[in-house]
């Protein structure tokens, strides 16, 4: 069988390479990918008017009407889209610039710096590499990018080359959290739960974080190849930024679409956890990243979740709303090891939350 004909064929799980692109997409004689890369898929996307934005400062609006209307549009993006583009949310465009320049100088280390961190076990915090996938048919396929991805809270892990990175990565980690609390507690609003339930159930004094960056080198042939197929994310919410070059793609409605995004922006999805605690009202959005011709393309990624011990199900008045629960309740920390082990075969943590109907 040709190499996998639609992402539906993988299996749910990246499996962790321990080897770069990098090299081998600067070698000066590569013409074209070589055949463990060739993943033959329709990598193009739509464009679309509506993707929601969220204008992070109208939360905090003296304006009554103002902050119930973009309540209102927060609620729809994620029960719509699972995705919004948010603007105006503080975050200094220097600090994101420099995120995105101290990964690309990790990606730039010399390969010996960087192997250190070639994953041995999935609770490793530190972890880099390249990955791939398994098709049903047991084909191995490489994914053109690599990444490096820590641990960042409650506790904070991040490697030590180059030096600011550890910083940049402790201050982004810090605004990103208050960001997300502010987040969840209208989106805890709109569910229409009482002021700090979200807090405390999902413990997010210390909640999970996993800061990872991607680097997608330009591909001599990107209609064959993929950077991340179709996934969705473990976590709450996923914030991501990028150095301007396109490559997200979202699903909606079964069909992809492209993300632009204005400068300075965050591209947030909605992830499993939220799925799981909105008991099925938020969907976590399927993405993946395509791969081009020209340009190297980076992406920070901050995954976002509940803290590690706490057991994440639906939200008690959802179900009692609901009259059932429609997922079942797993540690938090459990089902990102399980994720990443690749232990689940062919089928995600989700799929295997769901309660099906009796
Ligand atoms: O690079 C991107 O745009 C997507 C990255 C992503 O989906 C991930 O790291 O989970
Ligand atoms: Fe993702």
Redesign the pocket.
């Known amino acids: 069988m040709a190499a996998a004909t639609a992402s539906t064929e993988l299996s749910s799980n990246i499996i962790t390479d321990n080897s770069f692109v990098k090299g081998l997409a600067e070698s000066s004689t590569l013409q074209s990918i070589p055949s463990q890369f060739t993943f033959a898929n329709d990598s193009r996307g739509s464009h679309s008017d509506s993707i929601p934005i969220i204008d992070f400062s109208l939360l905090t609006s003296p304006d009554p009407d103002q902050r119930a209307k973009l309540l209102q549009d927060l609620d729809k993006a994620c029960r719509e889209w699972g995705f919004f583009v948010l603007v105006n949310h503080g975050i200094p465009e220097t600090l994101m610039k420099s995120i995105i320049d101290a990964s690309l100088e990790y990606f730039e280390l010399p390969e010996e710096d960087k192997e250190r961190y070639k994953a041995k076990s999935p609770s490793d915090p530190i972890k880099s590499g390249s990955g791939s996938v398994i098709t049903t048919a047991n084909h191995k396929i490489h994914l053109w990018r690599d ?1 490096v991805k820590s641990y960042v809270h409650p506790e904070f892990h991040c490697p030590d080359k180059p030096q600011i990175l550890r910083d940049i990565v402790y201050e982004f980690s810090e605004k990103y959290r208050s960001l997300l609390r502010k987040l969840l507690q209208a989106i805890g609003e709109n569910l229409g739960l009482e002021e700090g339930y979200i807090d405390e159930a999902l413990k997010l004094d210390s909640c999970f974080q996993l800061y ?1 960056a ?1 680097f ?1 080198p330009p591909c001599p042939q990107p209609d064959q190849a993929i ?2 197929p179709a ?1 969705t ?1 473990h976590g709450l919410l ?1 914030f ?1 930024i ?1 150095n301007g070059v396109a ?2 793609q979202i699903q909606h409605d079964g069909k992809w679409f492209n993300t632009n995004s204005p400068q300075n922006s965050i591209l947030v999805n909605t992830a499993d956890h939220l799925e799981i605690f909105s008991n099925g009202r938020y969907k976590s959005v399927k ?3 395509v791969v081009n011709k020209q340009a190297t ?1 980076i ?1 920070v ?1 901050m ?1 976002n979740g509940a803290a590690p011990d706490a057991i994440v199900g639906p939200a008690g008045p959802l179900v009692e709303r609901d009259g059932r629960a429609l997922y079942r309740p797993m540690k938090f920390i459990e089902y990102v090891e399980t994720m990443l082990s690749n232990t689940v075969d062919g089928k995600g943590n989700l799929e295997c939350l769901k309660i099906q109907d009796q």
Do not use: E, P
Request: proline fraction near 0%.
């Open positions: 990444f990872a991607n997608y950077g991340i996934h994310d996923t991501l990028h490559g997200l993405h993946r990243a393309r992406s990624v995954a």
